[in-house]
């Protein structure tokens, strides 16, 4: 594992001396993340016992430094030594003082390590949680060569709810982590690549779909290749939706191919962006259409709203409405 050396003053609470040694991790424009050591136990013994910690972390049982070292040597001390990693002090650079913790967790009962963060009160809501875990992140990929990264939180846990998804992590599905223990949320970083693809590539068959739909010497598909049976397509251009199944939008569409009224017509995205939560995702995607209706050319820009879920045959979308001339 690559280390950093780097010299960090620190308040004469935390130590006699104004500077000492630390290992530093990763450092962006507010933070350093660096390794813990013995030093921090008052820190720690503050953190441990902040009401979010208590309420969604649990009572460490912490009561002076004592207790405190004891818990840097078996918690974050103990996995550098094992792994490689664990959670990491992060700095705020303005103050020159420890704001919380930050870093990567080995559990027993994880397939992979898990990220955790935790924060003084006073430094919450200043985006500091997000820079400390998108640089874990960055730290566990391009340095420790860790592709996969899970996460678990307490459902009630808002902020740290957020700020999973907000790193782009993805929730899975709910665990246990032992007897007695309340289900969590556990949230991957693994599986968002590969279904970002999977929806990318339904999302490019139906336009494709329509774009082929009005061209005679083209097979335009089975739009049940990639909509459930149950599936809504909803024109939402006036002020009353029309509401469709894929059938009653593909025929009407069709006939198109024998009056002429639409030639030389094609649909494509210009942009679109995917949020997916489990086994249920959203995409919301920017168009422009071209063609010619009754001879005379045209061209129109609007967005589509995706809903889509994750079937035994893989995602599929439920449900797409749009707008013409929405951008």
């Known amino acids: 594992m690559q280390r950093f050396r780097h010299d960090i003053t620190v308040s004469s609470q935390q130590r006699n001396d104004n500077a000492y040694l630390m290992i530093k991790i990763e450092e962006t424009e507010r933070i350093i993340l660096r390794e813990l050591t013995e030093a921090d136990a008052s820190f720690i ?13 649990g009572d460490r049982h912490i009561h002076n430094e004592a207790d405190a070292r004891r818990y840097l040597e078996n918690g974050p001390l103990s ?26 967790i080995r559990r027993i009962l994880l397939d992979a390590p898990d990220i955790g963060f935790a924060f ?39 902020a740290s709810v ?33 279904d970002n693809h999977m929806i990318d590539e339904i999302t490019n068959r139906f336009f494709s779909f329509l774009s082929t739909l009005t061209t005679p010497d083209e097979e335009p598909g089975n739009i049940h290749d ?28 069709k006939l198109l ?18 949020t997916i939560s489990g086994r249920v995702a959203q995409r919301l995607s920017f168009y422009r259409k071209t063609g ?8 129109t820009t609007g967005v589509k709203t995706f809903q889509f879920i994750k079937t035994r ?14 951008v």
């Open 257 to 274: 191919l024998t009056d002429g009224t639409l030639t030389d017509f094609s649909e494509t995205e210009l942009s679109g962006k995917t």
């Open 120 to 158: 003084l009160p006073e430094y919450t809501g200043k985006g500091l949680g997000y820079e400390a875990a998108v640089a874990t992140l960055r730290y566990a990929d391009h340095t420790l060569g860790i592709k996969q990264v899970l996460a678990i939180t307490m459902p009630e846990n808002a």
């Open 226 to 253: 990639f909509f459930i049976p149950e599936g809504l397509v909803i024109k939402n251009t006036g002020m009353i939706p029309e509401v469709f199944n894929p059938d009653a939008f593909t025929d009407p569409r």
């Open 292 to 299: 010619k209706v009754s001879g005379t050319p045209f061209t």
């Open 45 to 57: 013994q503050k953190l441990v016992n902040t009401p979010d910690w208590l309420r969604y972390i």
């Open 79 to 104: 996995s550098y030594r094992e792994h490689g990693y664990g959670l990491w002090m992060v700095w705020f650079k303005a103050t020159n003082t420890p704001i919380g913790i930050c870093g990567l």
């Open 313 to 326: 045959a893989g995602w599929r979308i439920s449900a797409v409405a749009w707008d013409d001339e929405a």
């Open 162 to 194: 957020n700020l999973l998804l907000k790193i782009g992590m993805q929730f899975d599905k709910m665990v246990i982590m032992g007897e007695d223990e309340e289900p969590l949320m556990l949230f991957s970083t693994s599986k968002t690549e590969n």
